[in-house]
C-alpha cells in the first residue's frame, strides 16, 4: 500500500459546455484520477452524465476514470461503463439487491471495484467484501450535489476503514467524496484518508488555478 495522497478532481464543478478541454486542464495539472459523478434522478435528486459522455471523454487524458455511480438498478450499467472507459467503478450497496455479486461483476469486466458509503451507511457493511474490493469510497456529504459542507463525523468512519484495510493487509485505497477543501482535507488524510475527490476545490478560480489547487489539497 503506497501512502502518497491521490487527487482525485469531481469534474461536476467542470464547465459542462467544455468538458474535454476541462479533463485535458486537470490532467495537466496534475490529477491523479478523474472522478466522474454518474446521478439518474432517482437514487440521488440530480441528473448527470451517461457511458457516451464518459466513452466522449477517454480519448482527453489517460489518468484513470474513476467512475462513482449514484443510479439504481446499478447493475444493468455496469458493462456500459466498462466499455466506455472506465478504470475504477464505485457502487452504493443501497443500488441493488446483492452488492457482493456487483462487486464480483464489477472485476470480471477488468474493472477496479469499489464499495460507497452513504454518511448514515455503517463501516460494518464492509465486513464481507473487504477481501475482494479495490477501493472504500466514504461520503462525506450526502449524495446528489457539489458545493456541500463536509459532515464531520465521517472522520470516525474513515479512522475505522482505516483499521479494516490495515487488518486485512490487503492494498485498498481509501477515499473520501464531499466537501473536502483545504481545512477538511488535512483532517481527513489524518483520519486515513488517501484519495481526495474534489469538485469546488479543484475547479474554483478557473483553469489557471486548478495546479495551485491541486497541489494545495495533496499538502504540498
Ligand atoms: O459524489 C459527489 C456528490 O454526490 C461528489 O463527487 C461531489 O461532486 C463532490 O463535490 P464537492 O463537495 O467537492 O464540491
Ligand atoms: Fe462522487
Not at 478541454?21 to 495539472?29: G, T, W
Not at 456487483?102 to 464499495?115: D, P, R
Request: glycine share 10%; aromatic share 4%; proline share 6%.
Amino acid at each position: 500500500m503506497t501512502s502518497s495522497i491521490l487527487i482525485s478532481p469531481s469534474i461536476l464543478s467542470a464547465d459542462f459546455a467544455r468538458l474535454g478541454e476541462e479533463v485535458r486542464a486537470i490532467d495537466e495539472a496534475g490529477c491523479d484520477w478523474v472522478h466522474i459523478d454518474v446521478m439518474d434522478g432517482h437514487f440521488v435528486p440530480n441528473i448527470t452524465i451517461g457511458p457516451m459522455v464518459v466513452k466522449a471523454l477517454r480519448p482527453h487524458t489517460q489518468k484513470p476514470f474513476d467512475v462513482h455511480l449514484m443510479i439504481s438498478p446499478v447493475d444493468l450499467y455496469l458493462d456500459a461503463f466498462a466499455q466506455a472507459g472506465a478504470d475504477i467503478i464505485t457502487v452504493h450497496p443501497e443500488a441493488g439487491p446483492h452488492i457482493h455479486r456487483t462487486v464480483q461483476h464489477i472485476k470480471s469486466l477488468g474493472v477496479k471495484a469499489g464499495v460507497v458509503l452513504n454518511p448514515g451507511t455503517p463501516a460494518k457493511m464492509l465486513d464481507y467484501l473487504i477481501d475482494d474490493i479495490d477501493l472504500i469510497l466514504i461520503m462525506s456529504v450526502n449524495p446528489g450535489f457539489g458545493g456541500q459542507s463536509f459532515i464531520e463525523n465521517q472522520l470516525r468512519k474513515i479512522e475505522a476503514c482505516r483499521k479494516m484495510i490495515d487488518k486485512s493487509g490487503r492494498d485498498i485505497r481509501l477515499q473520501v467524496d464531499g466537501g473536502i477543501d483545504l481545512v477538511t482535507a488535512p483532517k481527513a488524510i489524518v483520519a486515513g484518508a488517501d484519495v481526495l475527490v474534489a469538485g469546488t476545490a479543484t475547479f474554483r478560480g478557473g483553469p489557471s488555478a486548478y495546479a495551485d489547487n491541486i497541489r494545495k489539497l495533496r499538502g504540498g
